[in-house]
């Protein structure tokens, strides 16, 4: 029996569908998903919706894959090998594209929100979006990937410099990936947490009182946080906006005078570009970004709904999800 796979059907609801097999088109690639992961994006596409969403959708954008077959005009990869797949489609052509921004591409269609994404048993792909994974590297370490690929474009953006001082409001996977990709880069980052169970993983403190930082990420959608984090940038400090807000919580007040007095920058981030997931794989590969102990659960994907409580309720960190896995393994 065909395996099913999740469809949001509408805003607050999904369905296991069996979806019909399709050969992949000239210059695209069918992967047999091994793994994907969960993350909060996933429950805000369920529950609330998002800017860049299209239904009915198979969510999922965290795929590790097996080829299984590509089109006539592929050459970036064969049958057989294994494949992390970069979430964005992009044009090539537009300013942002030539500017080395393709995350922010006019035409960008991301897998899971614009096109179908893996939380399927199949997906299909762009070649383009194709990135081999590096030999010895499990499944189970390369998912990771795709969130790295997006804390790489967050240091970027805050033209992190090693030594820094870094405040990372969250400890959750974003916020733990975020430590320790500056870590990487030789920066000082610390997490401001309120949880004592997440906090203990990665050693952060309750509040940021009494500290100034260089680089200020917020992991956390939430306007409070955002607040803390304004009032505690060093003179020429960064605020990476990492996390977006709720509508109703979209205008955190900033005082201007204080940017300007102390020379202090907001950058947004916002996903990550092709060339972010070819550096994130290589640190995970080489042991410069742990990421064994962050996975909490694993679950198959049957499991989603069991698999989005943990999440809305902060009760696990990293949950990997298995299409092909009918039982629940632990
Ligand atoms: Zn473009």
Redesign the pocket.
Known sequence: MPLPSVRVVEIGRFEFQEMPLQAPGEDEVLIRVDVTGLCRTDLKIVQVGHRDLVLPRVPGEEVVGTVEAVGSGVRQCKPGERVYVYPGM?????????AGA?N?????QIMGFHRDGGFAPHVTVPAQSVIPVPEGLAADAAIFAEPLSCCLNALERASLKGGEQVGIWGAGPAGTLLARAAHARNARPLNIEPDQRRRELIGGVATAAGRLFDVAVVAVGDRDAYREALAHMAPRGRLVVFSGLAPQDDRPEVSFNQLHYMEQTLVGAYGCCHRHGQEALAMIADGRVPVADMVSHRLPLSQLDAALTLVAQRAGMKILLYPWQEETAG
């Open positions: 992009w044009c090539g052509q537009c300013p942002a594209c030539r393709e922010l591409c006019r035409q960008m």
